[in-house]
């Protein structure tokens, strides 16, 4: 196979969207007189069911939300149709962007911009830096984690007034 009649795609993530999903993104590239037969990736998913247990059936901004929500222990973190709100509107935010001409580094800043608007600042993440910066030496580094969490329903009261946002 001649590897200059490929063409060179500078954004792999357009042209998978482009084509409608990996398998058949690469489709091209191998040129037969027979037909291609390839599983579909959401067969192989459903397949897997024990493997991802707790997770749902996320797009790329979901799963990166989500992890950016358990991982910070946002209170949404549970709320699939919060998740997949604002996945769909990070995707149509890129989608949007790269129509207007805006490069894929761009358009991808603007749909992060979108994916994480508002969530900036989690309880636990704030009260996680105090207990690491405030009290370094009172509280060990490996009973940091179960501190903040014992410790973070009795300072609720404390983040009512403040806008975390």
């Given at each position: 196979m001649n590897c200059s009649s490929i063409p060179d795609y500078t954004h792999t993530l357009d042209l998978v969207v482009a084509l409608g999903g990996i398998?058949?993104?690469f489709f091209f590239l191998f040129?037969?007189?027979y037909p291609v037969n390839y599983q579909s990736a959401k067969s192989k998913v459903m397949n897997n069911k024990k493997k991802n247990e707790g997770q749902?059936?996320?797009s790329y901004y979901g799963l990166y939300l989500l992890d950016y929500l358990?991982?910070?222990k946002f209170e949404q973190a549970d709320d699939t149709a919060f998740i997949r709100e604002r996945a769909d509107r990070a995707a149509?935010?890129?989608e949007r962007a790269r129509l207007e001409g805006y490069p894929a580094d761009g358009a991808q800043e603007l749909a992060m911009d979108t994916l994480l608007r508002g969530l900036h600042y989690s309880r636990y993440a704030i009260l996680r830096e105090v207990v690491e910066n405030e009290f370094a030496d009172e509280?060990?580094?490996e009973k940091r984690e179960a501190f903040v969490l014992k410790l973070l329903p009795l300072v609720g009261n404390v983040f009512s007034v403040y806008d975390l946002s």
């Open positions: 398998p058949s993104a040129p037969t007189d749902t059936d996320f358990r991982t910070n149509e935010t890129y509280v060990p580094e």
